[in-house]
Protein backbone atom coordinates (compact mmCIF):
# COMPACT_ATOMS: atom_id res chain seq x y z
CA UNK A 1 0.00 0.00 0.00
CA UNK A 2 0.83 3.87 -0.36
CA UNK A 3 1.58 3.90 3.38
CA UNK A 4 3.89 1.10 3.12
CA UNK A 5 5.74 3.06 0.74
CA UNK A 6 5.90 5.76 3.00
CA UNK A 7 4.37 8.21 0.28
CA UNK A 8 6.84 7.21 -2.45
CA UNK A 9 5.67 5.09 -5.66
CA UNK A 10 8.02 2.41 -4.79
CA UNK A 11 9.49 0.94 -2.44
CA UNK A 12 12.87 1.00 -4.40
CA UNK A 13 12.25 4.73 -4.26
CA UNK A 14 11.98 4.73 -0.56
CA UNK A 15 14.55 2.03 0.37
CA UNK A 16 17.04 4.38 -2.21
CA UNK A 17 16.49 7.41 0.03
CA UNK A 18 16.84 5.48 3.17
CA UNK A 19 20.40 4.96 2.74
CA UNK A 20 21.90 7.29 4.84
CA UNK A 21 20.30 6.06 7.51
CA UNK A 22 20.94 2.74 6.85
CA UNK A 23 24.52 3.63 6.31
CA UNK A 24 24.10 5.20 9.73
CA UNK A 25 22.78 2.36 11.41
CA UNK A 26 25.00 -0.16 10.41
CA UNK A 27 27.80 1.63 11.94
CA UNK A 28 25.88 2.34 15.17
CA UNK A 29 27.36 0.41 17.96
CA UNK A 30 30.12 -1.05 16.57
CA UNK A 31 32.76 1.78 17.39
CA UNK A 32 34.30 2.21 21.01
CA UNK A 33 34.53 6.19 22.84
CA UNK A 34 37.95 5.66 21.51
CA UNK A 35 36.70 5.29 18.39
CA UNK A 36 38.09 1.48 17.79
CA UNK A 37 35.97 -1.15 16.44
CA UNK A 38 33.97 -3.11 18.69
CA UNK A 39 32.85 -5.96 16.86
CA UNK A 40 32.06 -8.74 19.55
CA UNK A 41 29.12 -10.16 17.95
CA UNK A 42 31.90 -11.70 15.78
CA UNK A 43 32.26 -14.52 17.66
CA UNK A 44 35.16 -15.73 16.32
CA UNK A 45 38.24 -15.80 18.91
CA UNK A 46 40.95 -13.42 17.88
CA UNK A 47 43.57 -15.89 18.27
CA UNK A 48 41.60 -17.56 15.03
CA UNK A 49 41.67 -14.71 13.34
CA UNK A 50 45.66 -13.98 13.83
CA UNK A 51 45.83 -17.52 12.34
CA UNK A 52 43.74 -16.49 9.02
CA UNK A 53 46.59 -16.62 6.12
CA UNK A 54 43.55 -16.02 3.07
CA UNK A 55 40.42 -14.67 2.70
CA UNK A 56 37.84 -15.75 0.05
CA UNK A 57 34.21 -13.98 -0.22
CA UNK A 58 31.72 -15.92 -2.08
CA UNK A 59 27.66 -14.24 -2.77
CA UNK A 60 25.55 -13.52 -5.92
CA UNK A 61 24.71 -10.51 -7.51
CA UNK A 62 24.79 -7.06 -5.87
CA UNK A 63 26.17 -9.03 -3.32
CA UNK A 64 29.08 -9.96 -5.16
CA UNK A 65 29.88 -6.62 -6.70
CA UNK A 66 30.10 -5.77 -2.62
CA UNK A 67 32.52 -8.34 -2.23
CA UNK A 68 34.81 -7.29 -5.32
CA UNK A 69 34.94 -4.13 -3.86
CA UNK A 70 36.24 -5.58 -0.23
CA UNK A 71 38.70 -7.51 -1.79
CA UNK A 72 40.45 -3.92 -2.42
CA UNK A 73 40.07 -2.86 0.67
CA UNK A 74 41.01 -6.52 3.09
CA UNK A 75 44.27 -6.43 0.64
CA UNK A 76 44.84 -3.11 1.24
CA UNK A 77 44.26 -2.82 4.53
CA UNK A 78 45.24 -6.06 5.99
CA UNK A 79 47.83 -7.78 3.79
CA UNK A 80 46.13 -11.10 3.45
CA UNK A 81 44.92 -12.26 0.20
CA UNK A 82 41.30 -12.21 -0.55
CA UNK A 83 39.84 -14.01 -3.34
CA UNK A 84 36.14 -13.13 -4.47
CA UNK A 85 33.93 -15.39 -6.03
CA UNK A 86 30.29 -16.02 -7.56
CA UNK A 87 28.70 -18.54 -5.04
CA UNK A 88 27.54 -20.47 -7.89
CA UNK A 89 30.72 -21.25 -9.70
CA UNK A 90 32.97 -21.82 -6.06
CA UNK A 91 32.36 -25.04 -4.75
CA UNK A 92 32.72 -27.09 -8.31
CA UNK A 93 36.28 -26.12 -9.29
CA UNK A 94 37.36 -27.64 -5.99
CA UNK A 95 38.31 -24.34 -4.31
CA UNK A 96 41.58 -25.20 -1.80
CA UNK A 97 40.28 -24.17 1.51
CA UNK A 98 41.43 -25.12 4.89
CA UNK A 99 41.21 -24.19 8.52
CA UNK A 100 43.01 -20.95 7.78
CA UNK A 101 41.04 -19.48 5.10
CA UNK A 102 38.31 -17.08 6.76
CA UNK A 103 35.41 -17.33 4.51
CA UNK A 104 32.58 -14.36 4.22
CA UNK A 105 29.50 -14.75 2.67
CA UNK A 106 27.12 -11.78 1.58
CA UNK A 107 23.79 -11.93 1.80
CA UNK A 108 21.10 -9.66 2.16
CA UNK A 109 18.21 -12.19 2.27
CA UNK A 110 20.26 -14.73 4.04
CA UNK A 111 18.39 -17.75 1.64
CA UNK A 112 20.28 -17.61 -1.47
CA UNK A 113 20.88 -21.45 -1.91
CA UNK A 114 23.72 -20.57 -4.16
CA UNK A 115 25.36 -18.56 -1.34
CA UNK A 116 24.46 -21.26 1.12
CA UNK A 117 25.93 -23.88 -0.68
CA UNK A 118 29.22 -22.75 -1.19
CA UNK A 119 29.42 -21.90 2.55
CA UNK A 120 28.56 -25.24 3.41
CA UNK A 121 31.43 -26.58 1.25
CA UNK A 122 33.53 -24.13 2.89
CA UNK A 123 32.91 -24.90 6.50
CA UNK A 124 33.12 -28.81 4.92
CA UNK A 125 36.52 -28.06 4.47
CA UNK A 126 37.16 -26.66 7.91
CA UNK A 127 37.05 -23.27 7.39
CA UNK A 128 35.03 -20.24 9.36
CA UNK A 129 32.70 -18.50 7.86
CA UNK A 130 31.70 -15.35 8.61
CA UNK A 131 28.15 -14.40 7.12
CA UNK A 132 27.36 -10.63 6.24
CA UNK A 133 23.16 -10.74 6.18
CA UNK A 134 20.77 -8.32 6.39
CA UNK A 135 18.28 -10.56 7.70
CA UNK A 136 18.06 -12.00 11.73
CA UNK A 137 18.28 -15.20 12.17
CA UNK A 138 18.14 -16.71 8.37
CA UNK A 139 19.53 -20.00 7.03
CA UNK A 140 22.84 -18.22 5.98
CA UNK A 141 24.21 -16.91 9.18
CA UNK A 142 22.13 -19.88 11.36
CA UNK A 143 25.03 -21.94 9.22
CA UNK A 144 27.87 -19.54 9.68
CA UNK A 145 30.25 -19.48 12.53
CA UNK A 146 29.74 -16.11 12.96
CA UNK A 147 27.51 -13.07 11.57
CA UNK A 148 28.07 -8.91 10.93
CA UNK A 149 24.27 -8.34 10.73
CA UNK A 150 23.79 -4.95 8.23
CA UNK A 151 21.20 -3.20 9.52
CA UNK A 152 19.50 -1.72 6.15
CA UNK A 153 16.35 -2.84 7.50
CA UNK A 154 13.95 -5.01 5.49
CA UNK A 155 14.42 -4.16 1.42
CA UNK A 156 11.44 -5.02 -0.67
CA UNK A 157 12.12 -3.96 -3.49
CA UNK A 158 13.87 -6.68 -6.00
CA UNK A 159 16.61 -4.46 -6.83
CA UNK A 160 19.01 -4.35 -3.95
CA UNK A 161 19.91 -0.93 -2.76
CA UNK A 162 20.41 0.13 1.04
CA UNK A 163 21.42 -3.54 1.31
CA UNK A 164 24.67 -3.23 -1.19
CA UNK A 165 25.67 0.10 0.99
CA UNK A 166 25.27 -1.79 4.60
CA UNK A 167 26.91 -4.45 2.61
CA UNK A 168 29.72 -2.22 2.04
CA UNK A 169 30.27 -0.55 4.97
CA UNK A 170 30.09 -3.93 6.86
CA UNK A 171 32.93 -4.94 4.30
CA UNK A 172 35.25 -2.23 5.34
CA UNK A 173 34.30 -2.82 8.94
CA UNK A 174 35.43 -6.41 9.09
CA UNK A 175 38.73 -5.38 6.55
CA UNK A 176 39.26 -2.96 9.76
CA UNK A 177 38.55 -5.25 12.43
CA UNK A 178 40.83 -7.58 10.88
CA UNK A 179 43.74 -4.98 10.73
CA UNK A 180 43.26 -4.01 14.32
CA UNK A 181 42.63 -7.64 15.58
CA UNK A 182 45.62 -9.03 13.74
CA UNK A 183 48.17 -5.60 13.95
CA UNK A 184 48.57 -4.84 10.33
CA UNK A 185 46.63 -1.71 10.95
CA UNK A 186 47.37 0.66 14.14
CA UNK A 187 44.73 2.55 15.88
CA UNK A 188 45.45 6.29 14.31
CA UNK A 189 44.74 4.85 11.30
CA UNK A 190 41.94 2.49 11.85
CA UNK A 191 40.38 6.13 13.66
CA UNK A 192 41.03 8.09 10.70
CA UNK A 193 38.85 5.56 8.64
CA UNK A 194 36.14 5.04 11.12
CA UNK A 195 36.18 8.91 10.87
CA UNK A 196 35.97 8.84 7.22
CA UNK A 197 33.08 6.31 6.85
CA UNK A 198 31.04 7.89 9.78
CA UNK A 199 30.93 11.31 7.28
CA UNK A 200 29.38 9.09 4.66
CA UNK A 201 25.90 9.12 5.46
CA UNK A 202 26.15 12.50 5.10
CA UNK A 203 27.60 12.63 1.60
CA UNK A 204 25.25 9.53 0.37
CA UNK A 205 22.31 12.21 1.79
CA UNK A 206 24.11 15.27 -0.43
CA UNK A 207 24.34 13.06 -3.62
CA UNK A 208 20.76 12.15 -2.76
CA UNK A 209 19.62 15.90 -3.05
CA UNK A 210 21.58 16.60 -6.57
CA UNK A 211 19.65 14.05 -8.56
CA UNK A 212 17.00 15.44 -10.29
CA UNK A 213 19.32 16.21 -13.37
CA UNK A 214 20.33 12.52 -13.23
CA UNK A 215 16.18 11.36 -13.74
CA UNK A 216 15.96 14.10 -16.68
CA UNK A 217 18.65 12.25 -18.38
CA UNK A 218 17.87 8.89 -17.73
CA UNK A 219 14.39 10.13 -19.35
CA UNK A 220 15.82 11.02 -22.41
CA UNK A 221 17.77 7.69 -22.70
CA UNK A 222 14.55 5.80 -22.83
CA UNK A 223 14.80 4.64 -26.21
CA UNK A 224 18.43 3.08 -26.21
CA UNK A 225 19.25 -0.13 -26.87
CA UNK A 226 22.17 -0.57 -24.94
CA UNK A 227 24.50 1.23 -21.99
CA UNK A 228 27.64 0.84 -21.07
CA UNK A 229 29.84 0.83 -17.77
CA UNK A 230 33.45 2.17 -17.28
CA UNK A 231 35.16 1.68 -14.01
CA UNK A 232 38.70 1.09 -12.57
CA UNK A 233 39.54 0.18 -9.29
CA UNK A 234 36.99 0.38 -7.08
CA UNK A 235 34.88 2.02 -9.77
CA UNK A 236 34.76 -0.99 -11.66
CA UNK A 237 32.68 -3.29 -9.37
CA UNK A 238 30.57 0.31 -9.45
CA UNK A 239 30.46 -0.30 -12.89
CA UNK A 240 29.23 -3.73 -12.81
CA UNK A 241 26.58 -2.58 -10.42
CA UNK A 242 25.35 0.22 -12.77
CA UNK A 243 24.99 -2.20 -15.73
CA UNK A 244 22.96 -4.98 -13.42
CA UNK A 245 20.52 -2.93 -12.10
CA UNK A 246 19.56 -1.49 -15.45
CA UNK A 247 19.49 -5.10 -16.82
CA UNK A 248 17.38 -5.98 -14.11
CA UNK A 249 15.25 -2.97 -13.96
CA UNK A 250 14.85 -1.21 -17.32
CA UNK A 251 15.69 -4.25 -19.01
CA UNK A 252 18.50 -2.85 -21.42
CA UNK A 253 21.52 -4.53 -22.41
CA UNK A 254 23.95 -2.78 -20.06
CA UNK A 255 27.52 -4.03 -19.88
CA UNK A 256 30.37 -2.79 -17.13
CA UNK A 257 34.03 -2.95 -17.97
CA UNK A 258 37.51 -2.12 -16.24
CA UNK A 259 38.25 1.04 -18.49
CA UNK A 260 41.68 -0.61 -18.55
CA UNK A 261 40.26 -3.35 -20.64
CA UNK A 262 38.34 -1.37 -23.08
CA UNK A 263 41.26 -1.65 -26.01
CA UNK A 264 41.39 -5.29 -25.54
CA UNK A 265 38.02 -5.47 -27.26
CA UNK A 266 35.11 -4.02 -26.10
CA UNK A 267 35.86 -0.18 -27.34
CA UNK A 268 34.76 -2.02 -30.69
CA UNK A 269 31.22 -1.82 -29.32
CA UNK A 270 31.44 1.99 -28.89
CA UNK A 271 29.49 4.01 -32.08
CA UNK A 272 28.00 7.51 -32.46
CA UNK A 273 25.48 8.48 -29.50
CA UNK A 274 26.47 5.11 -27.61
CA UNK A 275 25.52 6.44 -23.80
CA UNK A 276 28.77 5.43 -21.94
CA UNK A 277 28.66 6.07 -17.91
CA UNK A 278 31.78 6.50 -16.34
CA UNK A 279 33.09 6.18 -12.94
CA UNK A 280 36.07 8.46 -12.45
CA UNK A 281 37.86 7.91 -9.18
CA UNK A 282 39.28 11.10 -6.91
CA UNK A 283 41.92 13.20 -8.86
CA UNK A 284 43.62 13.35 -5.29
CA UNK A 285 45.73 10.80 -3.98
CA UNK A 286 46.04 8.12 -6.70
CA UNK A 287 46.36 10.22 -9.26
CA UNK A 288 47.44 8.21 -11.46
CA UNK A 289 44.18 6.03 -11.65
CA UNK A 290 42.64 9.29 -12.53
CA UNK A 291 44.75 9.98 -15.20
CA UNK A 292 44.09 6.90 -16.81
CA UNK A 293 40.58 6.95 -16.63
CA UNK A 294 40.71 10.82 -18.13
CA UNK A 295 42.47 9.37 -21.29
CA UNK A 296 39.48 6.43 -21.51
CA UNK A 297 37.24 9.04 -21.32
CA UNK A 298 38.98 10.87 -24.32
CA UNK A 299 39.07 7.70 -26.60
CA UNK A 300 35.33 6.72 -26.00
CA UNK A 301 34.50 10.33 -26.95
CA UNK A 302 36.77 10.45 -30.23
CA UNK A 303 34.46 7.46 -31.25
CA UNK A 304 31.57 9.13 -30.07
CA UNK A 305 30.35 7.51 -27.17
CA UNK A 306 27.80 9.84 -25.25
CA UNK A 307 29.96 10.52 -22.27
CA UNK A 308 27.91 10.43 -19.01
CA UNK A 309 30.77 11.14 -15.97
CA UNK A 310 30.55 10.76 -12.60
CA UNK A 311 33.05 12.49 -11.22
CA UNK A 312 33.95 14.30 -7.51
CA UNK A 313 33.07 18.24 -6.67
CA UNK A 314 36.39 20.22 -7.96
CA UNK A 315 37.55 17.80 -10.58
CA UNK A 316 37.64 20.04 -13.15
CA UNK A 317 40.32 17.99 -15.61
CA UNK A 318 36.86 15.65 -16.57
CA UNK A 319 34.74 18.54 -17.71
CA UNK A 320 35.87 19.08 -21.36
CA UNK A 321 35.04 15.41 -22.54
CA UNK A 322 31.90 14.96 -20.21
CA UNK A 323 28.50 15.26 -22.69
CA UNK A 324 26.88 15.00 -18.95
CA UNK A 325 28.64 15.35 -15.66
CA UNK A 326 27.16 13.88 -12.33
CA UNK A 327 28.87 15.49 -9.08
CA UNK A 328 29.56 12.90 -6.12
CA UNK A 329 31.32 14.64 -2.73
CA UNK A 330 34.68 13.99 -2.50
CA UNK A 331 35.67 10.72 -0.50
CA UNK A 332 38.76 8.19 0.28
CA UNK A 333 39.26 6.15 -2.88
CA UNK A 334 38.25 2.90 -1.17
CA UNK A 335 34.89 4.66 0.24
CA UNK A 336 33.38 5.90 -3.23
CA UNK A 337 31.69 2.77 -4.13
CA UNK A 338 29.28 4.32 -1.37
CA UNK A 339 28.77 7.53 -2.98
CA UNK A 340 29.21 7.11 -6.88
CA UNK A 341 26.78 4.05 -6.74
CA UNK A 342 23.71 6.05 -5.94
CA UNK A 343 22.97 8.61 -9.13
CA UNK A 344 23.34 4.62 -11.21
CA UNK A 345 20.47 3.34 -8.66
CA UNK A 346 18.57 6.50 -9.22
CA UNK A 347 19.01 6.09 -13.07
CA UNK A 348 18.07 2.82 -13.47
CA UNK A 349 15.14 3.30 -11.69
CA UNK A 350 13.97 6.23 -13.60
CA UNK A 351 14.72 4.94 -16.67
CA UNK A 352 12.42 1.10 -15.88
CA UNK A 353 9.87 4.31 -15.18
CA UNK A 354 10.24 5.71 -18.17
CA UNK A 355 9.98 2.56 -20.01
CA UNK A 356 6.56 1.68 -18.06
CA UNK A 357 8.50 -0.82 -16.22
CA UNK A 358 7.60 -2.36 -12.86
CA UNK A 359 9.69 -1.17 -10.76
CA UNK A 360 9.62 -2.76 -7.35
CA UNK A 361 9.18 -6.54 -8.78
CA UNK A 362 11.41 -6.36 -12.50
CA UNK A 363 9.78 -9.62 -14.65
CA UNK A 364 11.60 -12.74 -14.14
CA UNK A 365 13.03 -12.06 -10.70
CA UNK A 366 12.26 -12.96 -7.44
CA UNK A 367 13.95 -10.94 -4.12
CA UNK A 368 15.62 -14.08 -3.04
CA UNK A 369 16.38 -16.94 -5.01
CA UNK A 370 16.20 -19.86 -2.86
CA UNK A 371 16.94 -22.68 -5.59
CA UNK A 372 20.72 -23.61 -6.83
C1 LIG B 1 20.14 -7.31 -6.84
O1 LIG B 1 19.57 -6.16 -7.31
C2 LIG B 1 19.55 -8.59 -7.28
N1 LIG B 1 18.15 -8.64 -7.15
C3 LIG B 1 20.32 -9.86 -6.95
O2 LIG B 1 21.48 -9.82 -7.75
C4 LIG B 1 20.74 -10.17 -5.51
O3 LIG B 1 21.70 -9.25 -5.06
C5 LIG B 1 21.27 -11.61 -5.43
O4 LIG B 1 20.28 -12.51 -5.81
C6 LIG B 1 21.78 -11.97 -4.05
O5 LIG B 1 20.78 -11.94 -3.09
P1 LIG B 1 21.10 -12.03 -1.55
O6 LIG B 1 21.93 -10.83 -1.19
O7 LIG B 1 19.79 -12.05 -0.85
O8 LIG B 1 21.91 -13.29 -1.33
Given at each position: ?????????Y???????????????????????????R????????????????V????????F???M??????????R???E???????????????????V????Q???T???L?A?????????R???????????I???????????????????????????????????????????????????A??R????????V??V????EPV??????????????F?G?????????????????????H????????????????I??????V???PS?????????K??????????????T????E?????????????I???????????????????????????????E??????????V?VE
Amino acid sequence: SAAEKGGYDYFMLKEIAEQPKAVADTLLGRIDGSGSLRLDEVRIPAGALREIDKVVIVACGTAFHAGMIAKYAIEHWTRLPCEVELASEFRYRDPILDAQTLVIAISQSGETMDTLMALRHAREQGSRVLAICNTNGSTIPRESDAVLYTHAGPEVAVASTKAFLTQLVACYLVALYLGQVRGTKWGDEIRAVIRDLSSIAGAVDRVLGTMEPVRELARTLASKKTVLFLGRHVGYPVALEGALKLKELAYMHAEGFAAGELKHGPIALIEEDLPVVVVVPSPRGRSVLHDKIVSNIQEIRARGARTIVIAEEGDEEVVPYADHLIRIPATPTLLQPLVATVPLQVFACELATARGNEVDQPRNLAKSVTVE
